[in-house]
């Protein structure tokens, strides 16, 4: 007797159904790999950026790193902000600037330095140093992967270089977090 088998389109709709019923904000049924080009891809209001979550606590589970790929088109840039994680950056493509204020111990930011970043360049923010990254190409977008600790990050984002950081704006959850992110039920009587 031969071995029952199920015909293709039968089998392909249970996988399907099988997915369908993982929500993007699941961590149940995302494979363990995944095809980057095929994850959720959002700007998040902000004109000029391209984000990926590419490995995130809120969206897959993961407790002490998140891993994002960021695009900037020409001319945009990151809000001045700071967090209380450390930031790695690896530029994949394309060149831009770094400022960075390392006077987190003072009242405000302050005069940032400028660093050039390029192609094949990294470079890591300190935890709670004010920062932000421009693409200053003018024909060329810049792209990095971005890796955080300790996730989901807390971002407190500044007008200006000389606003004080008591009266830096918090963002949480942030943007591409907003959708998935649940606050933890409070145990109390």
């Known amino acids: 007797m031969a071995g029952f ?7 392909g709709f249970i996988l399907f159904s099988a997915i369908s019923e993982a929500s993007k904000c699941s961590i149940n049924g995302i494979p363990l790999v995944r095809n980057i080009s095929e994850l ?37 840039y990151t809000p001045i902000h700071r967090h209380s994680c450390e930031e790695v950056f690896v530029v994949l493509k394309g060149t831009g600037t770094l400022y960075l204020a390392s006077s987190s111990h003072q009242k405000y930011p302050g ?18 140093d004010a920062h932000q990254v421009w693409n200053t190409n003018e024909h060329e977008d810049l792209q990095m992967l971005v890796i955080i600790s300790r996730p989901p990050v807390k971002v407190f984002v500044y ?26 039920q409070k145990d109390e009587l």
């Open 40 to 76: 959720h891809q959002d700007n998040y209001g902000r004109g000029g950026l391209s984000h990926i979550t590419v490995a995130g606590s809120v969206l897959h589970g993961m407790k002490e790193v998140e891993v994002w790929l960021q695009t900037f088109s020409p001319g945009s």
């Open 159 to 184: 007008d200006d270089w000389f606003v004080p950081h008591t009266a830096a704006k918090l963002k949480f959850p942030y943007f591409w977090d907003e959708e998935c992110f649940q606050a933890p």
């Open 111 to 128: 005069n940032p330095q400028q660093f050039s970043i390029f192609s094949n360049s990294t470079f890591h923010v300190p935890v709670n």
């Open 5 to 11: 088998q199920l015909p293709l389109f039968i089998v």
